[in-house]
């Protein structure tokens, strides 16, 4: 499986985005995705994970009630959607994909990693 994150950008304090995650290869739907960010300067950390179906979700209490995630699987996609941005948001956003089950915040149940797409958040 092959994962290609678009859709960042720049973005006042406030404002909302969609970043997307598109795959390629073997059965999307058996995947679980997650998004991960990484500030400037700081560790990676999770955002929002989906299950395969899109059934489970589950999100970090840094963006609950701020993003949703979302798939659409017959065209093998994953979206994140960002409301109500804050300055600290902004970071370079990863999705990755992996086998069923959940503990969405690992990242070691993930194996297949994108590149980012940079999220970029004015004050």
């Known amino acids: 499986v092959q994962l290609q994150a678009s859709g960042g950008g720049l973005v006042q304090a406030g404002g909302s985005l969609r970043v997307s995650c598109v795959a390629s290869?073997?059965?999307?739907?058996?995947?679980?995705v997650g998004w991960f960010r990484q500030p400037p300067g700081k560790e990676r950390e999770f955002v929002a994970g989906i299950s395969g179906s899109g059934d489970i979700t589950s999100y970090a209490d840094s963006v609950k009630g701020r993003f949703t995630i979302s798939r659409d699987n017959s065209k093998n996609t994953v979206y994140l959607q960002m409301n109500s941005l804050k300055p600290e948001d902004t970071a370079v956003y990863h999705c990755?994909?992996?086998?069923?089950?959940?503990?969405?915040?690992?990242?070691?149940?993930?194996?297949?990693w994108g590149q980012g797409t940079l999220v970029t958040v004015s004050s």
């Open positions: 990755a994909g992996g086998g069923p089950g959940k503990n969405y915040p690992r990242p070691a149940r993930y194996e297949y």
């Open positions: 290869g073997r059965i999307f739907s058996a995947y679980a």
